[in-house]
């Protein structure tokens, strides 16, 4: 098993920045195919973006490419989420996701963090 811990959140300006941090317990993180989820009060869960197990590639939504960068550290059983350029509409709480085959749905979630953008 493995739990997520994620942490960065917290209130920005519009136009400012924020790195959120993903941290797992467990032996199993190098292992796993990550990816960042947002959710705003009374939307569907929304994909940001996902990193491959070993951080060699990446993949975005439209609505952040360019402007969010997903990376890893193994060692410290941990993924990132820098986020440039924030909107209010980035507005959510922020989740990451693992799983173990590229195939198959996202099985571990953390609880999330909430950011918040002031316009």
């Known amino acids: 098993q493995v739990q997520f811990v994620e942490s960065g959140g917290g209130l920005v300006q519009t136009g400012g920045s924020l790195t959120l941090s993903c941290t797992a317990s467990?032996?199993?993180?190098?292992?796993?195919?990550m990816g960042w989820f947002r959710q705003a009060p009374g939307k569907e869960r929304e994909f940001l973006g996902a990193?491959?197990?070993?951080?060699?590639?990446?993949y975005y939504s439209q609505p952040v490419k360019g402007r969010f960068i997903l990376s890893r550290d193994n060692a410290k059983n941990t993924v990132y989420l820098q986020m440039n350029n924030l909107i209010p509409e980035d507005s959510a709480v922020y989740l990451c996701?693992?799983?173990?085959?590229?195939?198959?749905?996202?099985?571990?979630w953390g609880q999330g963090t909430q950011v918040t953008v002031s316009s």
């Open positions: 990193i491959h197990q070993n951080g060699a590639s990446t």
């Open positions: 996701a693992g799983r173990l085959r590229l195939t198959t749905p996202y099985e571990y």
């Open positions: 467990g032996r199993i993180f190098e292992n796993l195919h």
